[in-house]
């Protein structure tokens, strides 16, 4: 049997204006993206959206995680669709908006199992790159520039310590200071989940590398934005570009 394709072998280029964003669990993509989106008046993509709505259409049918198949999970998820909410895509499952869902523990536990899948990765890139056929886009996730966009003329790297990754999303799970305890038990799950997602997570060599172990979301945003609006001025334009 001959090989398959790379996922997105022979996709168009997009027409709209990308820019990807990769790194770790818990280093604050998708809350980043969405808000340089809003900046920048482009849709925000949060590629791992759509891998838990098909993790979650899975778990939905029962049966233990470790006999899952490519088959059997892609099939679960043809019922996830997207809409529009603002400047963001939301994945549907039925129609049904799943945020709480696909957002908790059961899922988040079982996701990284279901994005290793090569046709489930293929299933989740084409979507990504139709929307860049039609939208200026944020696109977040694992492999962005590197797999889905590798021409994306802004690629940025998200980066910060295991302990500070586990503090900001303990912090938002539950809307509360976390004890020590709590981040290093966390820490030590993030930790094992960087191991798992390590071919998933690698930076494109044309990334710009932001630790935000120190910065704040606000500061994050404004270094991605002012990147952002130096690689699409036009030429001649000598418009300050903001620090």
Known sequence: MSPS????????PPKGFVIAIDGPAASGKSSTAQWVADSLGYVHVDSGALYRAATACRARK???AAEWTEDSVLEAASRVTLRMVGSWLEPLIDGVPAETEIRGSPITSQVSRVAQMPRVRAWVNDRVR?????????VDGRDIGT???PDAPLKIFLVADPWERARRRLTQQLERRPSDEEIAAE???????DSRDSTQTVQAKDAVLIDTTYLTQAEQVERIV????A???RPGDTSPVDA
Not at 187 to 193: A, D, G, H, I, N
Request: charged share 20%; net charge positive; aromatic share 6%.
């Open 5 to 12: 394709p790379p996922a997105g072998a022979g996709a168009p």
């Open 62 to 64: 029962g049966g233990p």
């Open 130 to 138: 139709a929307t860049a056929q039609d939208f200026d886009v944020v």
């Open 147 to 149: 797999v889905v966009f």
């Open 187 to 193: 820490t030590e799950r993030l930790v094992k989940r």
């Open 226 to 229: 002012a990147l952002a609006r």
């Open 231 to 233: 690689v699409t001025r």
